[in-house]
């Protein structure tokens, strides 16, 4: 069985007794670019009613009313969307240190939000709020929702050009040059590193597929669903990475179960047989391992990580290419080798993002607004569909 985008079952009847609930009514106007547990939230099918062109924009999502936030500890702040800082609501950071959380749900609305909260959460609420320039920055909420800008967010505004994007299939990316790599994903905190077969298409070739002049792109931003984003400048994108190493026996059925942690695929490529990996290295956009499609991304509200991979994921090899070191927490002393973690090695795997629903061509063309990857992206993923724009989309 196929697991709910964003969060199970349990998340969505947790959310369901909030005070800004998600419980739908079963109308028939579905929102499509909300999370698919929100995708009959009553709020949002109020909003779709009274704009209809706004039924499968981005619009139709969580951030029309709620806003994000930033937590602060001593020693970072991070960044959480709009739907990441609500789930705050029931699951707290586990850092009790952190400030900036909200302290109920009305905290996570913005200014559109809380004047549609304060008119009574009805169809009529929103329209009576048209009127209204919630956001302070010179446009009616109906200007601004006709214009399908943010009517919570002075930032998004009809005087800005929105970044043209180019909605990318599954099968238009299998039509594009395939590619397949075996590599090493040497991960930093977790406790195994692992070797496997990806394939997909170099993000060159995907880049010249779509039409953009290359010479003129300085790199690209990798974009997640759950905000994560991962830049690489341009000359990781037009050249191969050196050759990958291959170290072989150090799995847990040839170490033991102290000192393994190597996972391998079942069937180790043909061509490998020494240490050097004959296999080309490239910067790409992966839809398969090992020869089967990859298990789609979700998020574990509880933890705040994405698990799966897919159905896109970004694979990058080792820059430095080197042996697999176990995590920075898992030393093993007592194994008497030299596979304990070294800070010097080459730890690709943290930017292998996982659930690549975006990608941004950079530069972004001047005067234009972003597009909003940090909201709605679970849509593409449940789609099998990757949004491309910035330089050299029209």
């Known amino acids: 069985m196929r697991k709910l985008s964003w969060f199970g079952v349990a998340g969505i009847l947790v959310l369901s007794l909030a005070i800004w609930q998600c419980g739908g009514d079963g109308n028939d106007v579905v929102s499509s670019r909300a999370y698919k547990g929100h995708a009959t939230d009553q709020d949002i099918l109020n909003f779709v009613k009274q704009y209809p062109d706004t039924a499968g924009t981005r619009l139709d999502d969580c951030q ?11 020693t970072k702040s991070t960044f959480k969307n709009a739907c990441d800082y609500c789930h705050l609501i029931e699951y707290p950071d586990s850092d009790t240190t952190a400030t900036g959380a909200p302290a109920d749900f009305a905290d996570t609305l913005n200014d559109y939000g809380t004047a549609y909260l304060n008119a009574g959460r009805t169809q009529k609420a929103v329209k009576d709020i048209g009127t209204l320039d919630s956001d302070g ?20 505004n009809p005087s800005q050009l929105v970044a043209a994007i180019k909605i990318v299939s599954m099968d238009e990316l299998k039509a594009m040059p395939p590619h397949t790599e075996f590599l090493l994903a040497n991960a930093s905190k977790q406790a195994t590193d692992e070797y496997a077969s990806y394939t997909g298409v170099k993000i060159q070739d995907l880049l010249i597929s779509l039409g953009v002049d290359i010479t003129q792109v300085t790199g690209v931003t990798v974009i997640a669903p759950d905000g994560f984003t991962k830049d690489f400048d341009l000359k990781y994108i037009t050249a191969a990475y050196p050759q990958g190493l291959y170290y072989a026996g150090l799995d847990i ?3 033991g179960s102290t000192c393994g942690f190597v996972d391998y695929p079942p069937t180790i490529p043909a061509g490998v047989t020494g240490t050097v990996i004959p296999d080309e290295q490239w910067l790409m956009l992966a839809y398969e391992r090992e020869g089967a499609p990859m298990e789609a991304s979700y998020l574990d509200p509880a933890a705040g990580k994405i698990n799966g991979e897919g159905p896109l994921r970004i694979i990058v090899p080792q820059a430095t290419p080197g042996s697999p070191d176990r995590g920075s927490n898992f030393s093993q002393p007592s194994c008497n080798d030299s596979y304990d973690y070294s800070k010097n090695k080459d730890h690709n795997a943290g930017s292998m993002v996982r659930g690549v629903m975006a990608i941004r ?20 993923i449940d789609a099998e569909q990757l949004v491309v724009y910035g330089f050299g989309i029209n």
């Open 137 to 156: 920055d010179g446009a009616t909420n109906d200007v601004e929702i006709a214009a399908l800008r943010y009517p919570g967010d002075s930032a998004s």
């Open 253 to 255: 059925a040839t170490l």
């Open 361 to 380: 061509i950079n530069p972004m063309p001047a005067g234009y607004e972003d597009f909003d990857y940090t909201n709605g992206g679970w849509a593409y």
């Open 64 to 74: 029309t009313c709620h806003t994000s936030g930033t937590l602060t500890t001593a």
